[in-house]
């Protein structure tokens, strides 16, 4: 089915050592993404968020991903170099459990997309403005295999196929296709 | 829509129990811009000048600055006013951290208390919602630890807490506000705070703040970003670690204290140890240093690294900057992990780190004089150090002498008098200064030391290097890329400024550059206090990325006022006149304005005399520092001309002298 293909992976390596906690990645990120570009800026709209405990020495910046719908169960702590940290802190996910990555107004979910710009920036935001290199940014060539991809319309068709047989579907379809022309 | 301010302020009735959002009339920006601009102003209209600081008439006003919660790098500043019950005269003092850009994404521009809560609250702010909450059970706890506390309680991590410990409750004159990494400690701000029974402020927003031309404005940003990366790799030659850099003295960072412990004077700004410095003490701080900072911390949206978190085994976690590193180390003359020790308890108290050392240090000198006796400090342990932990615990629960030096080395010395007074000898204005003592008069300090309405230095002086460099060579490659500079002159004035000889202090500069000097040293702070923006970026270090000619273009851009270098000139001169004038109205005359006498061991009465007329002259004031009315008609503040005529303190005719009153005179 599939081929290998060249593809480019944009990956931001995060030193948390040198997080000096500033937060300059949060309003960078909030204002490069307003409409129009930089007209307002906002951290809680930010697609990096720092999850930051200062007492605590914690520093975490972490990016949004994935939307998961449903809360996971029961989250894990993990304790490194004596620092204890809560799972959430290292999860990119905009889900039900937590405030970060969702539009302080709609709740609708943030992910970051590497800041995606026309012409294209030479490094996301928040790596630029990131002076002290705690947000290194990366390229990686992967080979990774293509997948053919069904359309979603064949993906559609094709459940209703093996639920109601191939005749029934054909015979719908043209009966749909006359009512509609009529 | 109004941009980078908000267009609205907080205002909060402590005794009725009141919250009102106030629209702000944006004439006010244009004239004043912002944070202590158009916090003067405020106290100007709405607190009478016979106000006493723990009057609940007077106002305690927490103010951002107008580009503070912009993209603009170190805009995070905490600009805190109210009459200080220290020095009676207007107080403000400014802290960094996060605070004050989470208080512009909540929707406002600044929370102006009044009245008197009759008990312990404090106020949390979360966008549109904000109320007033008990804090009986945060009742004597730490300032660090009520942060927390509040945090906890209100289920909200990111919430920026501003709070005070038991000095503020008490109403201790050192009283601070403390924020995370930073603090507003100068003037006793906290000790208002308390009398208003206010433990807290917490603030959480979510709300965008605007730029009027994006585009514009982010390219300045971006300038100013890429010039302190390339600064930081450029240290200026010639001038000590500490000055060589940008940001506040990078004393959490460096450990090399060689300037410090052998310029700065130790005990009672007494003792001056030219010879402490060597390779074992170096090792031995080096060792405790490195073994209490967990990390190199910022404010918000800032690369500079001034604080740092400070554990020390045993003792709970708190954060520190600057010189509060050697302030208590070297008045109990004591070493650095005694500093870092009671700079932990003095921070969750709610201390300044500048005067309490000094008060304590005051306190023991008395003691040995003779004139605080055995039974002033009954129950006192008899080593060194167990006498500054002891002394620290009773001022800030005012218990037996504590309650008299809770009140700063001026008021106690009035208080406990038997020739007490000669050792409160390093005041300025009733309030304690750097243990500074100096040979030659500079008369460029001098001018700063009588005149500045913040009495700290550190809040007036930068730009200009404090001493000459040796030789032509030096000067020159100095100057080559000073773009700072309002004017050319002032690259002469430096190529010129010699150690010895007919161009060397005091004489030069001159009495005419010393003002140029100052007035543009001046400017600059004035102009951060009222934008928000962090001295250690601007007014303070030598070679700042923000300067006069940068400075118009970030503002109109961010707001859509229209600005040029002459605009922004003449808005620092009203507010600095402002200030002035509010300062003028409470009793400040030429009397006051004099820096402590032992500061200089050489001194010249009749320069000093010229320097300050010069000064005032060159402000528009009279020879008692009044601003005169026609200088403040060109400053549109005729209402403030009015005023002072009304009261008798101008008068029209130029020739009649004004009412003869000073604070010193008055106050007795």
Redesign the interface.
């Known amino acids: 089915m599939g081929e290998k293909k060249k593809k480019i992976i944009k990956s931001i390596k995060i030193d948390v050592d040198k997080c ?5 990645c949060e ?2 990120c909030s ?1 490069f993404h ?1 409409t ?10 930010s697609r990096i968020r720092l999850i930051r ?5 914690v ?1 975490l910046p972490v990016y949004a991903g994935e939307l998961a719908k449903a809360e996971c169960m029961g989250r894990d702590k993990y304790v490194i170099d004596g620092k204890e940290y809560d799972e959430c802190g290292f999860c990119r996910a905009s889900c039900p459990s937590r405030e970060v990555f969702k539009e ?1 107004d709609s709740k609708l979910p943030l992910k970051c997309d590497m800041c995606q710009d026309d012409p294209p920036q030479e490094k996301p935001l928040c790596v630029q ?4 290199d705690a947000l290194i940014y990366e390229e990686r060539e992967e080979e990774v295999e293509e997948e053919v991809k069904l359309e979603d319309v064949e993906i559609g068709l094709e459940s209703m196929i093996d639920k109601y047989g191939m005749q029934k579907v054909m015979d719908t379809v043209s009966r749909m296709s006359a009512s509609k022309k009529g | 829509m109004r941009y980078a301010e908000t267009g609205f302020n907080l205002e909060i009735d402590l005794t009725r129990g009141s919250i009102e959002r106030v629209a702000t009339d944006p004439r006010l920006t244009e004239l004043h811009l912002g944070g202590l601009g158009t916090s003067a102003k405020i106290l100007w209209d709405r607190v009478p000048p016979e106000t006493e600081p723990f009057s609940p008439d007077n106002l305690l006003i927490f103010s951002t600055g107008l580009l503070c ?3 603009a ?1 170190g805009a995070n500043r905490t600009i805190v006013t109210t009459y200080s019950p220290q020095t009676l005269l207007m107080g403000y003092s400014m802290m960094g951290g ?1 605070w004050a850009p989470e208080l512009k ?1 909540a929707g406002y521009d600044k929370v102006i208390f009044r009245g008197k809560s009759p008990n312990l609250v404090y106020l949390w702010i979360n966008n549109d919602k904000v109320e007033i909450r008990d804090a009986s059970h945060l009742k004597g706890k730490g300032a ?1 630890e009520t942060a ?1 506390l509040v945090r906890q309680e209100l289920k909200e ?1 990111n919430a920026q807490v501003a709070a005070i410990g038991l000095a503020g409750e008490n109403r201790v004159y050192m009283a601070s506000i403390e924020q ?2 930073s603090s507003a400690s100068r003037l006793g701000l906290g000790a208002v705070m308390g009398d208003k029974g206010l433990k807290a402020i917490a603030v959480r ?7 009027a031309r ?2 514009e ?2 390219k300045l940003c971006n300038e100013v ?1 890429q010039y ?2 390339i600064r ?1 790799e450029k240290p200026v030659p010639g001038v000590m670690p500490i000055l060589a850099g940008l940001g506040s003295p990078q004393e959490m960072k460096l450990v090399d204290e060689e300037w410090h412990t052998q310029n700065f004077m130790w005990g009672n700004a007494r003792e001056r140890k030219r010879d402490y410095w060597n390779k074992e003490i170096e090792e031995k701080w080096k060792a405790t240093q490195e073994s209490v900072r ?10 500079m ?1 001034c604080g740092a ?1 400070i ?1 020390v085994p045993g003792i ?2 708190y ?1 520190m900057k600057c010189f509060s590193k050697l302030t208590y180390t070297m008045a109990a003359f004591s070493d650095l992990d005694f500093g870092f020790r009671i700079a932990q308890r003095a921070t969750e108290y709610g201390m300044d780190g500048f005067s309490t050392p000094q008060v304590m240090a005051f306190a023991v000198e008395l003691k040995e004089a003779g004139i605080l006796t055995d039974e002033d400090f009954a129950g006192c342990p008899s080593d060194n150090e167990g006498k500054f932990y002891w002394l620290l615990d009773r001022i800030v629960r005012r218990e037996g002498i504590g309650d008299v030096l809770a009140n700063g080395t001026y008021w106690a010395a009035q208080q406990i008098g038997k020739g007490a007074e000669a050792y409160a000898h390093n005041n300025i204005k009733k309030h304690e200064q750097l243990p500074l003592k100096l040979g030659m008069l500079n008369p460029v300090y001098y001018l700063m030391y009588c005149t500045g309405e913040k009495i700290n230095i550190t809040q007036i002086e930068g730009q200009f290097p404090q001493a000459p460099f040796p030789t032509m060579e030096e000067r020159e490659d100095f100057v080559k890329d000073w773009i700072q500079v309002p004017d050319e002159k002032f690259k002469q004035y430096f190529l010129d400024w010699e150690f010895r000889g007919e161009r060397s202090n005091p004489y030069y500069p001159t009495v005419d550059m010393s003002v140029d000097i100052v007035d543009w040293q001046e400017m600059m702070h004035y102009i951060d206090d009222a934008l928000g923006m962090c001295a250690g970026l601007s007014s303070f270090p030598l070679k700042p990325p923000y300067h006069i000619h940068n400075y118009p273009v970030l503002i109109s851009s961010a707001t859509g006022i229209d600005m040029d270098e002459a605009g922004l000139t003449q808005v620092y001169r009203r507010n600095r006149t402002l200030l002035r004038a509010v300062n003028v109205r409470r009793g400040l005359r030429r009397a006051d304005e004099k820096p402590p006498e032992d500061h200089w061991k050489k001194r010249f009465p009749e320069l000093e005399e010229k320097l300050l007329d010069a000064y005032y002259k060159f402000k528009g004031w009279n020879n008692q520092g009044i601003p005169t009315k026609e200088s403040l008609h060109e400053l549109d503040l005729d209402y403030v001309a009015e005023d002072l005529l009304l009261r008798g303190i101008l008068t029209d005719n130029e020739d009649t002298p004004s009412k003869e009153t000073s604070l010193e005179t008055e106050k007795k």
Do not use: Q
């Open positions: 000096n906690g500033c937060r300059a309003m960078i204002a307003a129009p570009k930089y007209s307002s800026n906002n951290p809680a709209r405990d200062p007492l605590r020495d520093y302080p403005w990131c002076i002290n | 919660g912009t993209p790098t996060f994404h660090v927390e991590p995370g990494r927003g979510t709300k965008d703040v605007n730029i994006p585009a404005f982010i970003l302190i990366k930081g967990t990390r190199l911390i910022s404010c918000y949206n800032c690369p690294k978190t554990s709970s976690t954060m």
